[in-house]
């Protein structure tokens, strides 16, 4: 037949009825389940709910889970063939061996997977051979009713069978689709093309009754096209098997750990038959739960991790979000990632691993080359809306000026497919095809798929050199890496965040789980400075070292992309919500006995209420503090202490007049704020620098409810403000003063919601507190709080990990269109060279910053996946600031610290005056300006201490470091807590100390 007549469509058509005929089925098997609503071990598979099943009968409910056992005869006449097991529970299940270890994982097909990447299904087992002839089978597999994606589309058994699996038949298939489908990507006419047409054809006119000897004709028509090679090539492109796993979504942590165990058992049975294929898996906290679970199959990763097929990736305990997470934790992320590697498997990780993250804080590459790591692999930023990024392979500069060589999949995919389109995809649309030479692959099917299957493999056999695609390797990731670094000085360089223009919503979905994780990392941050302090004091307690190291990492496992930025179901939040109260009361507890220890070696003298007031900051702080029924002014020194008497320290008289509070605002020495005969805030002046901050006919706190129908965790409406919307008024309000604090006390009511505020102007300070108690029922809302700012500014300065980021208050370009949602940290302040305002909070993380105003979103509740989203009671603080001064002149980085960790007051024992210690001491004494301690801890391999210190302001500072106890040497270190190449040498008892702009520096003291 003419070329031109072959219709692409018959060719489907056989390469279907092909696939239709590799497997007879010989026999059923005889199925049987116990199901429980959640997993039992295999030593009581047989404790539950018992159901006689066959295809079409129902056994289980979402989330259930069950013990199936599959039990048949295998036909004598089957004796020498290739005996496979057909099964489908329309659900997930693993099937164990007789130690009820994970042999190998299967996975239904009924899933919302992306389809153009290929089918999810894995169904087959192979029956080994001495089963095989005549004998009987009998395997137990350990079931969940769900799918990839945690959506509920069955739970009925669909397939149960023995059956022969036609070999010839089987390798047809694969000879057929490979060269269908690339076919299919070649130009029209090509040569090439017409060739494997016309092969394919010819190969069709043998089938016409298709059994194992037609198929064997039929493969050698088509074995001379399959064998043609390129030439010399323009791009390879290195391939590696790959299963993303979410560790949680849309299942719960269980089911992840259970998604782990199936995966990986799979990957070792693909192994066992392919044995060029390379297989990568990343998360510590992942490899950890296999570990505790199953240790049988542990040893055997181990192994093949050993082999050298098994590629270690990520360096951090899991795959983080980085806009939200903090700095301190994005490092503990990487520690314990590399501790766990390097114990377990004696290797280092050089590579971040994050293909599916909501974006990318700026100051990553800076942590990841003071850890040791070279490279980042991601994938997500594909999914930008609005803009290309305009690189595949490029250097990505942080804001300190680190650069990290990066790389982004030109499939835009993790789930590659490793068809003939996935290298023309990748060859067609690689974006630094002129100045790179190599791309990556990543092939498989993750979040409970299994990895590849055999299907990838089939294909990659078939395309490892193959006329009219480019070459194809199999080969871990980092060695991709390594040779794609051969080329670094041809690569551009993307200076700042990656901003994905998606997924704004999860800066705000699920606000108590953020709230909770502020809430930890500085608990945790207190407690180690306090344990520290402990360690060094005559009698003090043990450094906790072992139990920080648990709450860390379940932190560190909340801290995981679709958990801390609220795109999880239900269960997830309920879980770790309960979770995250009993670690933040141990938390909480634990600094109280450390500071309690300290304070009861206090000499109290004559004092009646003795209390001894904590300061973890670096700088001397002077605030109000209420101790029981006291206010009192206290004066604390930087990382130190000062005892007060409770009873003595009552509060000074307030100078009459400097103090007010009634319906017409608030005023201080230093402030006033005006409200409207409705309760709105129409003006704040600043007395001392004569400036009043809110535009004339504004209103400042403007409380509005967005209404985001369509939208989801991830993502809300882009023209949302173009939406309806309701401005809240307050429907009651009280005026009164609190000691050094004048308040307005408004309420507002909305729907089933309620809120109850509290406008806080404290004596002696600029700050306008919003104290804000929620209890919020709606559903697809949004509620936001605006302060229009008399300030002209072309940027916002934005808190983030280690630093800020200035972001354009404009929308020139598309890209300053698309980043209207932004992310900050403790902050969001707008300057002018000599003055400016900063929005503070406690726990808020989305932003917008436009046309001179500052926009906090405070809550959102969108109805998927979680439909009871932060539906209940929130407590949070936010506050507005004027300064004198821009941002760096006004230290605007100390009111976000003092904000979120709080002066903390522990009683004295009293009349302690046999004790020790002066009425004030600091732990050490930071000199200079604009450089922060961000932690204080004990070294991880030895008694040795930990200070971390970073620049602040974004520019050459020096600063000057005071240790108040006694110590061998200091040793400058990286963040692995490694030597570094710089020298520390104390002169005078001071370490003199010089940053570069957001440089951190990690200084060890050996004791």
């Known amino acids: 037949m003419p070329y031109e007549t072959i219709k692409p469509g018959t060719l489907h058509a056989m390469k279907r009825e092909i696939q239709r005929r590799i497997y ?27 159901k006689m099943l066959k295809p079409g009968d129902r056994w289980g409910e979402l989330w259930d889970c069950a013990w199936f ?27 164990v061996d007789e130690e009820g270890s994970p042999y190998q994982g299967l996975t239904n097909i009924n899933s919302e997977f992306d389809t153009s990447l290929g089918l999810p299904g894995k169904r087959v087992v192979a029956v080994t051979e001495h089963i095989a002839r005549g004998g009987k089978v009998e395997l137990w597999g350990d079931a969940g009713c769900n799918d990839l994606f945690g959506k509920y589309r069955g739970g009925t058994l669909k397939e149960a069978d023995i059956a022969i699996c036609h070999e010839e038949i089987h390798k047809l298939y694969y000879d057929v689709e490979v060269l269908l489908e690339l076919a299919e990507q070649l130009p029209e006419p090509s040569s090439r093309r017409a060739q494997i047409m016309q092969a394919l054809y010819d190969a069709s006119l043998q089938l016409a009754k298709i059994n194992d000897d037609s198929a064997a004709a039929a493969r050698r028509r088509l074995a001379p096209e399959l064998a043609k090679r390129g030439g010399d090539p323009t791009l390879t492109v290195s391939a590696v098997g790959h299963a993303h796993i979410d560790l949680a979504w849309l299942w719960p942590i269980r089911e992840t750990i259970r998604k782990g165990a199936r995966t990986f058992a799979t990957a070792l049975r693909m192994m066992e038959r392919y044995p060029e294929y390379v297989f990568g898996a990343s998360q510590p906290q992942l490899y950890e739960w296999i570990k505790e679970r199953y240790p049988k199959l542990y040893g055997q990763v181990k192994a093949r991790i050993a082999e050298g097929r098994w590629e270690l990736q990520g360096a951090m305990w899991v795959e983080p979000d980085s806009n939200v997470s903090g700095g301190e ?34 100051s990553l590459p800076q942590l990841l080359l003071k850890s ?19 690189h595949h392979t490029f250097f990505w500069e942080g804001i300190d000026g680190s650069k990290i060589l990066t790389h982004l999949p030109p499939e835009d995919t993790y789930n590659s497919p490793a068809a003939p389109r996935s290298l023309a995809k990748i060859e067609r649309e690689y974006k630094d095809c002129s100045v790179s030479d190599r791309a990556l692959m990543l092939f498989g099917i993750g979040d409970g798929g299994g990895g590849p299957g055999e299907e990838h493999l089939e294909r990659l056999r078939r395309e490892t050199n193959l006329l009219g695609l480019p070459p194809v390797f199999q080969e871990p990731s980092i060695d991709f890496l390594d040779k794609l670094n051969e080329r670094a000085g041809r690569y551009k360089t993307w200076r700042g965040e990656l901003y994905l223009e998606k997924h704004q919503g999860t800066l705000t979905t699920q606000a108590k789980n953020k709230k909770f994780n502020r809430r930890m990392e500085k608990a945790l941050r207190e407690l180690e400075f306090a344990a520290v302090w402990n360690l060094l004091s005559d009698g003090g307690a043990p450094y906790p070292k072992e139990e920080l190291d648990t709450i860390w990492k379940e932190v560190l496992l909340y801290q995981f992309h679709d958990i801390l930025p609220g795109s999880s179901i239900t269960r997830v939040y309920d879980e770790s919500l309960a979770r995250y109260e009993t670690l933040l009361a141990r938390t909480e507890g634990l600094i109280r006995e450390r500071y309690a220890k300290l304070a009861s070696g206090l000499d109290t003298g004559t004092m009646r209420k003795p209390y001894a007031i904590f300061n973890s900051l670096p700088w001397e702080r002077t605030e109000w503090i209420r101790i029981e029924e006291s206010w009192i002014r206290a004066t604390v020194p930087p990382m130190g202490y000062a005892l007060v008497d409770a009873e003595a320290a009552e509060a000074a008289a307030l100078e009459p007049g400097l103090l007010r509070a009634d319906r017409s605002g608030l005023e201080n020495e230093l402030v006033r704020v005006t409200l409207r005969d409705d309760g709105t805030i129409c003006s704040i002046c600043d007395k001392t620098a004569d400036r009043e901050i809110v535009p004339a006919g504004a209103t400042a706190n403007a409380l509005t409810l967005y209404n985001e129908q369509g939208g989801d965790a991830w993502d809300f409406p882009a023209d949302y403000r173009e939406r309806a919307s309701a401005r809240l008024l307050p429907a009651e309000w009280k005026a009164y003063t609190d000691g050094p604090a004048a308040v307005i006390e408004q309420t507002y009511a909305f729907g089933a919601s309620r809120i109850e505020q509290r406008i806080v102007v404290t004596a002696g300070s600029r700050t306008i507190e919003f104290r804000t108690k929620v209890n919020w029922q709606e559903t697809n809302k949004m509620l936001r709080a605006a302060f229009p700012l008399d300030i002209r500014s072309e940027t916002a300065i934005c808190d983030i990990q280690f630093g800020y980021v200035k972001r354009p208050v404009h929308r020139n370009t598309s890209w300053d269109f698309a980043r209207d949602e932004i992310c900050a940290h403790h902050y969001v302040d707008l300057s002018e060279p000599a003055y400016g305002a900063v929005l503070l909070n406690d726990g808020k993380y989305g932003f917008r910053a436009a046309d001179g105003e500052l926009d906090i979103n405070l809550l959102r509740s969108p109805g998927y996946p979680d439909p009871k989203a932060d539906r209940g009671e929130h407590e949070f603080v936010y506050a507005l600031l004027p300064h004198s001064g821009d941002w760096v002149s006004g230290n605007v980085y100390k009111e976000g610290y003092a904000l979120n960790v709080p002066l903390r007051a522990v009683a004295a024992n009293r009349g302690g005056g046999g004790g020790k210690g002066a009425a004030q001491a600091a732990l050490m004494e930071l000199g200079g300006s604009h450089v922060m301690i961000e932690s204080v801890k004990r070294a991880e391999d030895s008694q040795d201490l ?20 006694p110590y061998s040497r200091l040793e400058w270190v990286n963040l692995l807590e490694e030597p570094a190449d710089e020298v520390a040498e104390a002169s005078g008892g001071e370490l003199q100390m010089s940053f570069s702009a957001f440089e951190i520096k990690t200084l060890k003291v050996v004791l």
Request: with cysteine.
């Open 372 to 390: 040791g790591i070279s490279y980042m692999v991601t994938q997500k930023l594909s999914w930008n809306m609005y803009n290309d990024y305009p």
């Open 329 to 362: 934790a994005l490092i503990r992320q990487i520690v314990y990632g590399q501790q766990f590697y390097k114990r377990e498997f004696g290797q280092t990780v050089r590579s971040l691993w994050v293909p599916d993250i909501f974006g990318y804080t700026a």
């Open 946 to 965: 930990i200070i971390r210190l970073y620049e602040t302001a974004g520019g050459k500072s020096q600063a000057r470091l005071k240790l108040h106890f």
């Open 69 to 95: 056992r599959f039990r048949g005869d295998v036909p004598q006449e089957a004796a020498g063939q290739n005996v496979v097991l057909l099964i489908d529970v329309n659900g997930e299940v693993c099937i």
């Open 24 to 50: 007879t089925v010989i026999a059923p098997l005889s199925v049987e389940a116990w199901v429980t609503p959640e997993p039992v071990p295999y030593t009581q598979r047989q404790s539950g709910v018992h």
